[in-house]
């Protein structure tokens, strides 16, 4: 599939509310044009004067924009769970969650206020969390979708699941890899249990190829040689909007697929139109998705609805479905 879809082929999305996290970049690019398209958006971030700031920005460009800023700290278990109370009490239902913020390559190992390596904590176990808090809204929701975003870093990624936390050996980039296939992997087996479940939410991942956000300035440092080259060899990363299309092609178009994976459509996926990903063979892993999942869910403390068909899942993973 190749496409040249823009932000201009956005379905009117009025009527629908949309859950955004991330303050920045990709994150504020996917809200800008979720409230262009006339939808309720709520961009979910850690820090009050960023949120703030995004959304006088976007009321700038959309002055009729109904827009909100929630407070989370997706590296902190209890602020997800206050935040899922929050939204729960006050909406009726989510539409649109789309599972984007993200921490890249700190230099020195770092953790959650749960005790969890911040890149597998933050990118990983803080939007599985968020999801399930937000699990009762979105199946109120007439057609809910879940769009999680991963990253060509997982094609290098692998499951530690000896070391997930790095406490033996961290390293930055195999950390990011890891929690970035983690991504993934979350988002297909979402998609398995709400199929075996009836919950009638639509799971689909995608990833943005290289672009220009400030993670590489934010966690590894503007002077550090990854942020170096973001800045000097910028004209080699596409512009955030840009990045932000395959996450709002899953979320919205009418051709997005259940259980899909979407990125850039050009040279090997690193920018370009939207397109059909091709997932890197570890995210294909059934067993892989269900012990994530399992050890998630432990890890997390939080509980999804349980799929009546789970044996069936157990069955399918032993045959290497």
């Avoid at 990983?124 to 990253?151: K, Q, Y």
């Amino acid at each position: 599939m190749t496409t040249h879809w823009t932000n201009k082929d956005i379905p009117s999305q009025r009527g629908r509310t949309a859950v955004v996290t991330g303050t920045g970049g990709l994150g504020f690019e996917t809200a800008l044009a979720l409230a262009r398209a006339g939808s309720r958006v709520i961009i979910a971030g850690r820090n009050p004067a960023r949120g703030a700031e995004a959304v006088a920005r976007i009321r700038h460009a959309v002055p009729d924009a109904a827009l909100a800023f929630e407070e989370v700290d997706l590296a902190d278990l209890a602020s997800i769970a206050a935040c899922g109370e929050r939204l729960n009490a006050a909406h009726a239902a989510i539409d649109i969650l789309v599972n984007n913020a993200g921490v890249m390559t700190p230099p020195r190992r770092q953790t959650t206020a749960d005790g969890f390596e911040l890149q597998f904590g933050t990118n990983h176990l803080g939007h599985f969390a968020l999801t399930a808090h937000l699990l009762p809204l979105l199946r109120r929701s007439a057609a809910p979708r879940v769009v999680t975003l991963s990253s060509i870093a997982a094609r290098r990624g692998a499951i530690d699941f000896d070391d997930l936390q790095a406490e033996r050996d961290y390293r930055p980039m195999r950390a990011y890899s890891q929690s970035k296939l983690a991504c993934l992997l979350f988002a297909f087996e979402l998609q398995r249990r709400s199929n075996a479940a009836g919950w009638g939410v639509t799971s689909l991942a995608a990833h943005p190829g290289i672009s220009r956000t400030d993670l590489l300035h934010n966690a590894p440092g503007r002077y550090s040689l990854q942020g170096l080259a973001r800045s000097l060899l910028w004209f080699l990363f596409q512009p955030p909007a840009q990045g932000a299309l395959p996450a709002l092609f899953a979320a919205t178009a009418a051709e997005a697929r259940s259980g899909g994976y979407y990125g850039p459509g050009r040279l090997g996926e690193t920018r370009g139109h939207p397109a059909a990903a091709k997932p890197p063979e570890a995210s294909l892993d059934v067993r892989a998705m269900i012990r994530l999942w399992e050890v998630s869910r432990r890890l997390t403390g939080v509980e999804f609805s349980q799929p009546r068909l789970l044996p069936s899942l157990v069955r399918q993973a032993a045959r290497g479905a």
